[in-house]
């Protein structure tokens, strides 16, 4: 199912959808603390952006997500905290404007943060 919900999501996020998309360094939440450091192209969408690129209504309209596709066929899509005001469609500012790091769980409840300066909280 990962497979097939990755191969839509590259198929329709890479096509017309506004989206922004930065090379940021993303952790995960392990037992232990926070995982290696990965270095990845992450795309920001609002979840009504997702939602028309995935066909669903799972996501919150109101939100903002980042998705990271993996090399193993699978993405990571992260409902991102605090709220982002980035309105109807994520562009650069609503990022790019964000002081600290951004965190949030992803589709399997796993805590991500994502750092996007050269300087990580």
């Not at 497979?3 to 090379?23: D, E, N």
């Not at 992260?78 to 650069?92: F, H």
Request: hydrophobic residues 35%; negative net charge; aromatic residues 14%.
């Amino acid at each position: 199912m990962k497979t097939l919900t990755f191969l839509l999501l590259t198929f329709v996020i890479t096509s017309v959808f506004a989206k922004y998309t930065q090379t940021c360094e993303v952790r995960y939440e392990t037992e232990s603390g926070w995982s290696k450091a990965y270095t990845v192209d992450v795309s920001f969408l609002t979840g009504s952006e997702l939602n028309t690129a995935t066909n669903t209504f799972k996501n919150s309209s109101f939100s903002t997500y980042a998705v990271v596709f993996w090399s193993q066929g699978e993405a990571s899509v992260i409902k991102l905290s605090p709220m982002l005001l980035c309105g109807a469609e994520v562009d650069k500012s609503c990022i790019t404007n964000t002081l600290g790091d951004l965190k949030g769980p992803d589709q399997d409840g796993d805590e991500w943060k994502i750092c996007l300066s050269n300087f990580c909280f």
